[in-house]
């Protein structure tokens, strides 16, 4: 342990006296210093004086007044005890820079609060120059050895000069390791980040997501908002859009350009950026021009991606090395995401054309499977659903009979009353359905398969192939289980005529709590209008338009 006495400080009214300074021409000061605190917070590097004695601090900030680094000066703290350094330390842990004196209450207070610094507050970035005024009781060698500092001064031969440059060359160690630091956190956020990309969902989700990222990463990488202190720079705004019929419309937006959704990007940005975003668009490429960032990235298929970030007040001080790993993540994604929304699109379009393969067999139009995939998907909205689980089963639905492909069409056909045994056979649709889809591991099938399987159902239990009751049956099976048999007596079928609609009105009452879900028939019939004008929309004697098929 190295022994430290306490200095007798030498007092006198020069500066460099009074700092332990000595030397010809001690007393001399960086130009354009003047007696007087900096104290402006804004802009500055913090540095922390700590020290028992007033002077030591009132000549500290007399050097140090007018200090400037790369066009910042320095916001001065002071503490006169290493119990006051603490509570300061607490207060602003982006304090860049600690001249810290050794003897203060204790003998070894100076040393104590290195410890604190380094191993309690795990703080590794603060640079500590550490001024005694009696180095012979505090040894360099040993002090260096046995504690994390980063400077050592001793008193007698620390000038004003020599503080000054001190300082600066702490400055600089401590922005550089703020600026390293920043940018392992940028490859953390890129790693973290670049897997949810490759994960399957729409191209609205991918785009807006990867802005929320590249604005998120911007805003990590703006090295002047880290040494100001502030999380991220102010006033920054961005866009994502989509090429769309020769130009790039607005599919979301961030900052200034919130609200723009559906406007064409060169009705918004019409400023020097415009040029940049209508360059990257002809290019396909990206560019770095003053405070602001934009990318292009193209499918396979010619589609387009615009990406467009600007910083604010400070700019965006970016990483460039950084934005362009991530872009090229970004890049390999959207060649994924299109994959993906190929597959799902040839998917919708398969189970679209197998429950009309189906329906035709029945001698029913195909605009029933349209019919019960939209209304299957505005009950589950008004129910409370997720718009993407709505989704999901607007596809899946117009599969719930695709199990009738092994029912002979003489029972499917049949204009009378069925028989018991022709009834069984054709409740088999149900598990033949099932068996069909359940193989898939896809989200959409399974979920077809799941309908398809429990749409006969009743919340009483009496229903078929299971006995299932309650909650007991998925709700996508009770959705489909209403509408279908809304859309199957509002309509004509080869053994009846239409219902009125009082009259299935009174059915779907009638069934309230036995064969229907309660609460999904109240919402249900809250909303019937909407129901109506689906089937409206869509009658029996048109073929389905192509604007309005599944998917």
Same mark, same amino acid.
């Given at each position: 342990?190295?022994?430290?006495?306490?200095?007798?400080?030498?007092?006198?009214?020069?500066?460099?006296?009074?700092?332990?300074?000595?030397?010809?021409?001690?007393?001399?000061?960086?130009?354009?210093?003047?007696?007087?605190?900096?104290?402006?917070?804004?802009?500055?590097?913090?540095?922390?004086?700590?020290?028992?004695?007033?002077?030591?601090?009132?000549?500290?900030?007399?050097?140090?007044?007018?200090?400037?680094?790369?066009?910042?000066?320095?916001?001065?703290?002071?503490?006169?005890?290493?119990?006051?350094?603490?509570?300061?330390?607490?207060?602003?842990?982006?304090?860049?820079?600690?001249?810290?004196?050794?003897?203060?209450?204790?003998?070894?207070?100076?040393?104590?609060?290195?410890?604190?610094?380094?191993?309690?507050?795990?703080?590794?970035?603060?640079?500590?120059?550490?001024?005694?005024?009696?180095?012979?009781?505090?040894?360099?060698?040993?002090?260096?050895?046995?504690?994390?500092?980063?400077?050592?001064?001793?008193?007698?031969?620390?000038?004003?000069?020599?503080?000054?440059?001190?300082?600066?060359?702490?400055?600089?160690?401590?922005?550089?390791?703020?600026?390293?630091?920043?940018?392992?956190?940028?490859?953390?956020?890129?790693?973290?980040?670049?897997?949810?990309?490759?994960?399957?969902?729409?191209?609205?989700?991918?785009?807006?997501?990867?802005?929320? +990222?590249?604005?998120?990463?911007?805003?990590?990488?703006?090295?002047?908002?880290?040494?100001?202190?502030?999380? +991220?720079?102010?006033?920054?705004?961005?866009?994502?859009?989509?090429?769309?019929?020769?130009?790039?419309?607005?599919?979301?937006?961030?900052?200034?350009?919130?609200?723009?959704?559906?406007?064409?990007?060169?009705?918004?940005?019409?400023?020097?950026?415009?040029?940049?975003?209508?360059?990257?668009?002809?290019?396909?490429?990206?560019?770095?021009?003053?405070?602001?960032?934009?990318?292009?990235?193209?499918?396979?298929?010619?589609?387009?991606?615009?990406?467009?970030?600007?910083?604010?007040?400070?700019?965006?001080?970016?990483?460039?090395?950084?934005?362009?790993?991530?872009?090229?993540?970004?890049?390999?994604?959207?060649?994924?995401?299109?994959?993906?929304?190929?597959?799902?699109?040839?998917?919708?379009?398969?189970?679209?054309?197998?429950?009309?393969?189906?329906?035709?067999?029945?001698?029913?139009?195909?605009?029933?499977?349209?019919?019960?995939?939209?209304?299957?998907?505005?009950?589950?909205?008004?129910?409370?659903?997720?718009?993407?689980?709505?989704?999901?089963?607007?596809?899946?639905?117009?599969?719930?009979?695709?199990?009738?492909?092994?029912?002979?069409?003489?029972?499917?056909?049949?204009?009378?009353?069925?028989?018991?045994?022709?009834?069984?056979?054709?409740?088999?649709?149900?598990?033949?359905?099932?068996?069909?889809?359940?193989?898939?591991?896809?989200?959409?099938?399974?979920?077809?398969?799941?309908?398809?399987?429990?749409?006969?159902?009743?919340?009483?239990?009496?229903?078929?192939?299971?006995?299932?009751?309650? +909650?007991?049956?998925?709700?996508?099976?009770?959705?489909?289980?209403?509408?279908?048999?809304?859309?199957?007596?509002?309509?004509?079928?080869?053994?009846?005529?239409?219902?009125?609609?009082?009259?299935?009105?009174?059915?779907?009452?009638?069934?309230?709590?036995?064969?229907?879900?309660?609460?999904?028939?109240?919402?249900?019939?809250?909303?019937?209008?909407?129901?109506?004008?689906?089937?409206?929309?869509?009658?029996?004697?048109?073929?389905?338009?192509? +604007?309005?098929?599944?998917?």
């Amino acid at each position: 342990m190295v022994d430290i006495a306490r200095t007798n400080r030498t007092r006198n009214n020069s500066p460099d006296a009074i700092l332990g300074f000595a030397g010809e021409g001690a007393a001399v000061l960086p130009r354009g210093c003047s007696p007087w605190p900096h104290t402006d917070p804004r802009g500055t590097f913090k540095l922390l004086i700590v020290d028992d004695e007033q002077e030591v601090h009132t000549l500290t900030r007399l050097v140090l007044k007018n200090y400037e680094l790369e066009g910042r000066g320095l916001n001065l703290l002071s503490a006169y005890s290493g119990v006051g350094a603490r509570q300061v330390l607490r207060d602003n842990p982006d304090i860049a820079v600690i001249l810290l004196d050794v003897v203060m209450e204790t003998e070894d207070s100076g040393l104590k609060l290195v410890r604190h610094i380094r191993e309690e507050l795990k703080n590794s970035k603060v640079r500590i120059i550490l001024r005694t005024g009696q180095p012979g009781q505090a040894p360099e060698l040993e002090v260096v050895a046995q504690y994390d500092i980063n400077d050592y001064k001793a008193k007698t031969e620390l000038t004003s000069q020599k503080l000054y440059t001190a300082v600066t060359s702490a400055l600089r160690s401590w922005r550089d390791i703020q600026t390293i630091d920043s940018s392992r956190a940028g490859l953390r956020r890129i790693i973290d980040s670049s897997g949810p990309l490759f994960e399957g969902h729409s191209l609205r989700r991918f785009a807006t997501g990867v802005l929320d +990222e590249l604005m998120d990463l911007a805003a990590h990488q703006d090295h002047d908002a880290l040494l100001d202190g502030h999380p +991220e720079p102010a006033g920054m705004s961005g866009l994502v859009a989509l090429a769309r019929g020769g130009e790039f419309v607005i599919e979301a937006g961030r900052g200034k350009y919130s609200g723009f959704q559906g406007r064409a990007v060169s009705a918004v940005v019409k400023d020097a950026a415009g040029s940049m975003v209508s360059k990257a668009g002809r290019m396909g490429c990206e560019f770095f021009f003053n405070n602001s960032f934009v990318s292009c990235i193209r499918g396979d298929e010619g589609q387009q991606i615009l990406f467009l970030v600007r910083g604010g007040r400070r700019g965006i001080s970016l990483d460039r090395d950084l934005i362009r790993i991530y872009m090229a993540n970004v890049a390999m994604a959207y060649h994924n995401v299109n994959l993906n929304t190929e597959i799902i699109e040839t998917q919708k379009e398969i189970i679209h054309t197998l429950g009309e393969v189906v329906e035709t067999r029945c001698k029913e139009t195909a605009n029933h499977v349209l019919r019960v995939g939209k209304m299957a998907e505005l009950l589950a909205l008004r129910a409370g659903l997720s718009e993407d689980e709505a989704t999901v089963l607007r596809v899946a639905a117009p599969m719930h009979d695709v199990g009738k492909v092994g029912v002979p069409d003489a029972i499917l056909n049949k204009p009378g009353a069925l028989t018991a045994e022709e009834y069984e056979t054709i409740k088999a649709h149900t598990t033949i359905g099932w068996e069909i889809l359940g193989k898939s591991d896809r989200r959409i099938i399974k979920s077809a398969s799941l309908v398809a399987h429990q749409h006969h159902e009743h919340w009483d239990g009496s229903g078929y192939p299971g006995g299932l009751s309650g +909650e007991e049956i998925h709700i996508f099976g009770r959705i489909v289980a209403i509408v279908d048999v809304f859309d199957a007596v509002i309509n004509k079928r080869c053994y009846r005529d239409a219902k009125e609609l009082s009259d299935v009105v009174g059915m779907l009452r009638y069934g309230r709590g036995t064969h229907f879900d309660p609460e999904l028939v109240d919402v249900f019939l809250a909303h019937l209008t909407e129901f109506v004008a689906i089937v409206k929309a869509h009658p029996d004697h048109q073929e389905p338009r192509a +604007e309005e098929s599944v998917g």
